[in-house]
């Protein structure tokens, strides 16, 4: 089983840019598919990135897609979220995910039962 740990949140003013990175352990990600979810008080949790830590494709949702950048570093068995040009609307607690899957139709990202998450760790997007 795959643990999984975010770090890298913090209080940023808008326009600024923060990396947030998800260290997994347990075990290697080989063929993996992990996610970047994000949660605001009183929302629903939205899918916003993706990568295969396999062959490095990737998937953005709408609101972040050409502001926010998904990678991962095989060496350190980590996926890392590099956004920039934060909104205030950006602010939530950001989690990851392993087995994660694109609904190609509706454009949106889930997570299999047999996934695992983590604690998530908190943007604050204020002047």
């Known amino acids: 089983q795959v643990q999984l740990v975010e770090s890298g949140g913090d209080l940023v003013p808008p326009g600024g840019s923060l990396t947030l990175s998800c260290a997994a352990s347990?075990?290697?990600?080989?063929?993996?598919?992990i996610g970047w979810f994000r949660q605001a008080p009183g929302k629903e949790r939205e899918g916003i990135s993706c990568i295969n830590f396999n062959d490095g494709s990737t998937f953005y949702s709408n609101p972040v897609k050409g502001r926010f950048t998904i990678s991962r570093d095989k060496a350190k068995n980590t996926v890392y979220l590099h956004m920039n040009s934060l909104k205030p609307e950006d602010t939530a607690v950001y989690s990851c995910?392993?087995?994660?899957?694109?609904?190609?139709?509706?454009?949106?990202?889930?997570?299999?039962?047999?996934?695992?998450w983590g604690q998530g760790t908190q943007v604050t997007v204020s002047s």
């Open positions: 995910a392993t087995g994660v899957y694109v609904n190609v139709i509706a454009q949106t990202i889930g997570v299999l039962s047999s996934g695992s």
């Open positions: 347990g075990r290697p990600l080989e063929y993996d598919t």
